[in-house]
Structure formats: C-alpha cells, structure tokens
C-alpha cells in the first residue's frame, strides 16, 4: 500500500470442512509492521485478541518468527472469523497467508537455512577482507568490510532477526538500527567505490557527484537519531535510487576510462541496483508484494559481494604481480651491474686471445708457477685414488698419471673398463680439483673446464684424441657432470664442416641457396595471411643439407650475416610477387640472436623494403625466445628499433625456452608461434592438451596473436581452433614449396576460400 498512515483492516472467514482438528497459523509475512492486532470471533464472540508488531516488545509471541503470526484451533466442521488491524509509520505491506502447522515450520525452516547461508557468506567475506586490510593496511579492504557489513545489520533488521535475537525488549532500538544501516552502508559503498574505481586519476565530474551523494549521506546518520520513523524511511527510499543510478553510473565511466575494475563493479552492480529499485518501489506502493520485490535485494547484494570479493582478488594478484616485477626488476638490474663488473674484472685478467686467467699479470710469476705446482700435485694425489686412471713407470721406475700437453693444459689416459660405466668417483675428483685453492692468504679459483675423447669412437690415434678432447671443453657437459663429451656432430673444427661452411659461402654468391614457404591461415576464416621463408640448400655432391645441420654452422662461423642478407632481399622480392595473386599476404623472416645484435639489422630491412616497394608490416621478423634471452637489454632495443620503423616481431618456439614472461612481456612482439613439442598428441592426450590450452591462454593474455605451427592432422586443427588459436602452420595445410607452387597454391586456396 506503500507509506500510509491510515490503519489497513483485514477480515478472514475461515472454516473446517475436514474430519479433523486442525492446528492452524495465520501470518502477515512483513516484519516491519508497527502496530498489529488479531481478533478471533466465534459464532459471533470474540474469543481472543493477541497484539504483536515491532514497536512492542518481541516477547510474548505465539510463534518464535520475526513476522506477525497466530496460532489457532478449529474443530471439525467449525467456523471462525480473524478480523486483523495493522497500523505502520512505515510501508504498508500486507502479505497474509494461512498455513497448516507443520507446513509452516517446514517452510520456514527451510528459508531459514537459505538465510543462514546468505549472513553466514557475508560474514566469511567480512573477515577474509578484514584479514587483508589488517596485513596490508590499504583502506579499501576496510571500506569493503564496512559496506558489507552494513549490508548485513540492513537485511539483519529489515528481516527481524536482530530484533528477534539481540535487542527483543528493546523495540525502539530496532527503528533506530534500521535506519542508521542505510546511510552506513551507503557511504562505505560510496567510499569503496572511489579507492577501487580510482576516480580521482580519471574523472573529476563523477568524483564531485560521489562526494555530494557522500556528503549527503553523512548528513543522513547524523540527523537518524531526531527523525520520525516515516521520514526516515521515505527519504532513505527515495535517495536509495539516486544513489544506486549514480554507482551504477560510476562502473562504465571508469570503465571506459580504461579501468579494469569498472568492469567488475559494473557487472556486480547490476543486480544490486535491480533489487534495490525493485525494494524501494515495493516500499513505495509502486511495485507489488511478491518473491521478487520481496528478495530482489538480498539477492542482488549476495551477487555483488561474490564478484566484488573476486574483483578484489583479482586486484590483490594483480598488485601483488606488480610489486614482484619491480622487486625482479631491481634484482635484474643489480645483477646486470654485478655481470658488467665481473665482466670488467674477467677483462681485466683474463687473455683475450685465449680467454684464459692470466695468472702472471694477477699473481705474478713466482706465484704462478706454484699455482700450477699445486694443481699438478692436487691431480696427482686425486688421479692415485681412482684405479680407473692408467698408470706408467718413467725410466726411474717412478710411477706417472698425469700428463702436461701445454703449459696450462693436462690430460689422464682412463681405462674404461675398469670404470665400468660407473664415472662417479671420477667426477667427483674433478669437482674436487676446480675448487678454489688458498695461495698467499688468496682464494684463487682456477676456472678449469674439462674434455673428454673415447678410443676407438673419437680418434684412434693419440694426437687426434687429444685434439678432440681440447674441442670437448667447449662443449657443454651433459648432465650433472663436469666434462664435456667431444661429438663430431658439434665440432666446428671438423674439417668436412669448415669444407660445407666453404662451399655455403660459394652457394651464396653463386645463388645456388632457394627459398621455400609455408603458408599460415587464420583459424576463424580459413583465409591465408602470410607466408614463412625457409632456407634450403641443395649441395652438388652431399644433395639436400638439413637447415639444422647448416645453419648452427653459419651462426658460429659468421656466415649467417651473409645468409640473413639474401634471404631478406630474397624473400622481400618474393612476397612483392606473391602480393599479386594474394593482396595483403605478409613475410615472416626467421633471425638469429646473432643477427638481432649485429649492427645494420634496421638498414637492411629498410632498403629491401624501399627497393620492392613494400609496406614495413607486410614484413614479420622471427626469432626464438632463448635468441631474444642471449642478450636481453640489448635484444629488446634491437626489437624495438625493428618493431618502431613498422616491422612486425614474432616470438618462435614459444613454450621451448627458458626466458622468463616477464621479459617476453615487454617485447615489441605481435605474436607468437607456439613450439610444435607442445602440441604433440593433444588429441589423445589429456595432459597434452592442458598444456596447449595453457600456452594458448598464456601467449592471448600477454597480448599476443597465437600461432600453432606443426599441426598435421585436421583433427588438431579443429581442437586448436576450440582451444582459443589465432593462427595455424604445418603440414596438414601446406607442405614448404618453392616460389610458383607456393602461387599455384595460393590460387586455389583463395578460390576456395
């Protein structure tokens, strides 16, 4: 009926048609009606008059319920008249309902649990908000905490449990609680929203309107104490839409301001201010009595602390993150400056011929050579305890185990037969020998490395052995020992190498090198979008040369410069021709760390682009992210270089490597193109799949396009494209073809498409 203060009379005839007794009760199902008295006549005699309502003392009642009910008999076949006067300062709302006993407590138990689980959640978020405020000491927990708190003394009050369970004598305290929460919640609501949404940095006019409404609720708790209950509830109804419509302004604002939490207060509330006009319109008379008006707000603040409570988590992780990069950033930054000095040092004792510690300039000569004296009597003593170690007799019959090949170099002849596959003791000597010796009140650490050959595998001569075994030191060691292993597939020195390395440089310049590509396509359209270079190398007498078996070769060699240069030219040259029968198509183009760090890499791009009449982000410049690592400041300046002359930068390999996302996050990378090991059986393969999905989100969440390349099946296609792909590359689509199948190719894809 809305506010009225006219007293509202209901009269209902009720009778027993059954066989039976009955226990009945007859509820209003409103708590906050002031003043109410039931009436029983029977056959035309009042028989009982039983006043409740909330501005009496909760005790006595006939039911222990906050709404107004009665209990009451009738016998078979009789007849009884309830005549029921309610008179409220408040809204008049007259839910009335008549219930068989047991059906009642039934149903009221059951709501019961409902409510219990609602008061019950807001207090668990309460206190994991009031954890975090108490840890961190940021206001905006407190806020939080605050608002919900008021939420839960409102709907505590509105309900009468708190009037039920804490103050039951007390019936003018429960007016006055029920109108303090209102404004109370209200301004922490209004205070939270500032600090989360930040309007301060980004919009002054809403900041001002959020400060009024503020200033205004203030106002409003102050002047509770001297208001009627009337007023207090009509003018918290009616600033409950102004306030509601300003905060459910506030999310978009911010929102389109850039802020990520106006995303989250705006969808929190939402149902909010539904429920809340909803109860405002109830209280009203605008809108009717019914479960909606009736619980719409309870609802509503239940959803909006739920994702509140995950905005702030959110946050906190974000915040959190934050803070831990910077910390990373400090420690990286001290570490770069404890490298450069230890470079300094290593520059300034080391050869730079040989790369070995000058032990005469750091310790002099007469120092030195009692360095060596001890390393040599250390390596014999540890070279008795192993019977692995071959033993000969000099022609003093002295017995001999370790050999002098060069002034700082030594060497051991190990049986390995007698090792029985079983190295452990052998480097633990070694281990042993590369600590650091004490010299003169000195620590010197000798730096030593170690290389190892095997009779008959490596050399079946001693003077190649001993060849292999100095190429073995720079080899890196193979588990957890400390020696490096010669391999011939890694030996630069090797003589049918340095011949192949001859003969690419002649192929070179020769134009005997092609250029394969492979188409890409875009998962949502099948549309093709570009095109990678591939190097292949056709040798007269060896036939086709792997790229993996050649290419190592150039990047240590320096070749690759050379190669970098014509596959640019070349492949720009290409893509000019294939942009005829394919508008828009790009080229990706793979470079090596070495390549990204020597000078003239922007140049070179430039004037190719300049020479075919190209446009900078037709071009994708590829590498793998442990090339980006090889140097990091100096690659992400290169990168950015290439990437502000309008140049596109793809991370390859990605989920291969060792660099860490927060260095590929500040790489000037458009996309990334996910290692083909981590989409191996993803269609049969639960953990396989998981690990793609996560790469998959990791790559989008950084702000990266993903490409999956290697696939060939459509199967994987079709589940790549489920998992969230941009991009696909492999087999299944196109093998690698040269120039004009690569246009034949085209043609018909795009027909096709």
């Not at 060691?477 to 630069?492: A, L, N, V």
């Not at 310049?509 to 270079?533: D, H, I």
């Amino acid at each position: 009926m809305g506010i009225t203060e006219s007293a509202y009379w209901l009269r209902v005839p009720i009778v027993n048609h059954t066989p039976d007794s009955l226990s009945l009760i007859a509820e209003l199902g409103y708590s906050q009606l002031d003043d109410v008295t039931f009436h029983v006549i029977a056959e035309g005699e009042l028989v009982r008059t039983f006043q409740t309502g909330d501005r009496r003392p909760f005790y006595p009642r006939d039911v222990d319920h906050p709404n107004s009910l009665l209990r009451f008999q009738l016998a078979p076949q009789e007849a009884k008249t309830l005549y029921i006067r309610v008179a409220t300062e408040g809204t008049m709302v007259l839910p009335f309902s008549l219930w068989r006993e047991n059906q009642f407590y039934e149903s009221a138990g059951a709501e019961q649990k409902l409510q219990f689980f609602y008061f019950g959640s807001l207090t668990v978020i309460i206190l994991i908000n009031l954890a975090v405020f108490l840890t961190l000491r940021e206001k905006l927990y407190l806020y939080y905490c605050l608002a919900i708190f008021g939420y839960l003394v409102f709907f505590a009050s509105i309900r009468g449990f708190s009037f039920q369970h804490i103050y039951p004598s007390f019936p003018a305290v429960h007016a006055q609680v029920l109108m303090l929460s209102i404004p109370f919640l209200a301004m922490f609501s209004i205070l939270f929203c500032m600090e989360f949404l930040r309007v301060r940095s980004h919009s002054p006019r809403l900041r001002a309107a959020l400060i009024g409404m503020l200033i205004f609720e203030v106002l409003y708790f102050l002047a509770v104490p001297f208001l009627d209950y009337k007023t207090g509830i009509l003018l918290a109804a009616v600033s409950a839409f102004v306030f509601f419509s300003l905060l459910m302004i506030a999310g978009p604002v911010s929102w389109a301001a850039g802020v990520r939490a106006g995303i989250f207060f705006t969808v929190a509330w939402s149902p909010l201010t539904v429920g809340v006009m909803a109860t405002a319109g109830r209280a009203l008379g605008v809108f009717p009595e019914n479960f909606f008006t009736n619980y719409a707000m309870q609802i509503g603040s239940g959803l909006e602390a739920f994702i509140l409570t995950l905005a702030l988590a959110d946050r906190l992780y974000r915040e959190r993150e934050q803070k831990i990069q910077a910390q990373a950033d400090i420690l990286r930054q001290e570490k770069a400056r404890r490298d450069a000095q230890d470079r300094l040092t290593y520059a300034m004792t080391h050869d730079p011929a040989t790369g070995l510690e000058e032990i005469n300039r750091t310790l002099g000569l007469e120092r030195s050579e009692r360095l060596l004296k001890r390393l040599a009597e250390q390596m014999t003593m540890l070279a008795g305890q192993l019977p692995m170690v071959h033993a000969t007799q000099d022609s003093l019959c002295r017995t001999e185990r370790v050999y002098q090949i060069s002034g700082d170099s030594f060497g051991l002849l190990v049986d390995a037969r007698k090792a029985g596959d079983d190295f452990g003791a052998l480097d633990s000597a070694l281990k042993q020998l590369a600590q650091p010796i004490a010299l003169d009140h000195l620590a010197i650490d000798p730096h030593l490395k170690y290389g190892a050959a095997s009779f008959p595998d490596h050399g079946k001569k001693a003077s190649v052995l001993i060849r292999n075994a100095h190429v073995a030191m720079e080899m890196t060691p193979r588990g957890s020992f400390e020696t490096g292993f010669y391999s011939g597939k890694y030996d630069i020195y090797d003589e049918s190498r340095l011949t192949l390395i001859s003969h690419l440089r002649e192929a070179i310049q020769n134009r005997q090198t092609e250029l394969y590509y492979q188409p890409k396509t875009r998962l949502s359209t099948g549309e093709v979008v570009g095109v990678e270079a591939l190097m292949r190398w056709f040798h007269p007498e060896r036939g086709w040369v792997p790229p993996d078996e050649f290419i190592p070769l150039a990047e240590k060699t320096g070749v690759i410069k050379h190669l970098t240069r014509w596959v640019v030219n070349q492949a720009l040259a290409d893509l000019k021709s294939l942009q005829s029968v394919c508008p828009g198509l790009t080229m990706s183009v793979n470079i090596s760390a070495r390549d990204l760090l020597s000078p003239g890499l922007d140049e070179l791009f430039a004037t190719a682009l300049e020479t075919y009449g190209l446009q900078a982000g037709d071009v994708i410049v590829e590498l793998t992210e442990t090339a980006a690592m090889d140097d990091p400041e100096k690659g992400l300046q290169a990168l950015e270089r290439l990437a502000s002359s309008g140049l596109k930068v793809s991370i390859d390999d990605f989920g291969a490597g060792y660099s860490s996302l927060s260095y590929l996050k500040r790489l000037p990378a458009n996309e990334i193109k996910l290692d083909r090991s981590l989409l191996q059986d993803i269609c049969t393969s639960d953990s396989s799949r998981t690990i793609a999905e996560t790469a998959i989100t990791m790559g989008r969440s950084l702000g990266f396009l993903v490409v999956a390349e290697g696939v060939e099946d459509e199967a994987s296609a079709q589940l790549l494209a489920t998992l969230g792909a941009d991009m696909l590359q492999g087999f299944w689509l196109c093998r690698p073809a040269p120039l004009e199948s690569i246009k034949d190719w085209l043609l018909t894809s795009n027909a096709a498409v």
